[in-house]
């Protein structure tokens, strides 16, 4: 049975095709400041610096590890399209990406590493809780959002080609031309 757009097929809340998906931990007794130095790694990887768009995971929206309660707390929070089912095959057979995480997971209680992904799996949602709310400020997958963000830089380039002039004077043109001068 395919999963509808609206389908529940996971944990967290759903808007649209997009999940919110909260994890809390606690952090093993001594190691907050090698969790600190994994995230930093985590942080300097090519995907997840600042600016770098191209996740292993192609449908996480964003993804953000936050140590609190003076370093014995840990969330993971993230938001990504599909069904959650999808979304945890996707994490659980990403390689460098689990890998990663499994640097940063190795510092909290109850984690017993990799390979065993049905153990990881009962892990991830045992420290699953659903959020008290969720909201997005924007429509679209990341897929259609990257999408539409490609066709934007071309239409700004189309834009400032002095050659294109005489093509953007045609009024099907009109409803495009209105949105770019906003």
Known sequence: MATSETEKSGPGVSVASTSEFSLFFRIKPGHASALREALRA??????????DYNLAIA???EARFVPFDDDTRLLFATSFDGPWDAYMEDFLTSGSTLALFDAVFQHVEGYEGLPDL????AFILGAQRTAGGYARNYPGTVKEIRKA?????????????????????????????????D
């Open 59 to 61: 449908t996480i929206h």
């Open 149 to 181: 963000l490609r066709v934007n830089n071309a239409f700004q380039r189309v834009l400032d080609d002095p050659a294109a002039a005489d093509a953007l004077q045609h009024p099907a043109l009109k409803p495009l031309l209105d949105e770019a001068a």
């Open 118 to 121: 049905a153990a990881l799996k």
């Open 42 to 51: 985590l942080q300097n990887t090519p995907g997840y610096q600042p600016g």
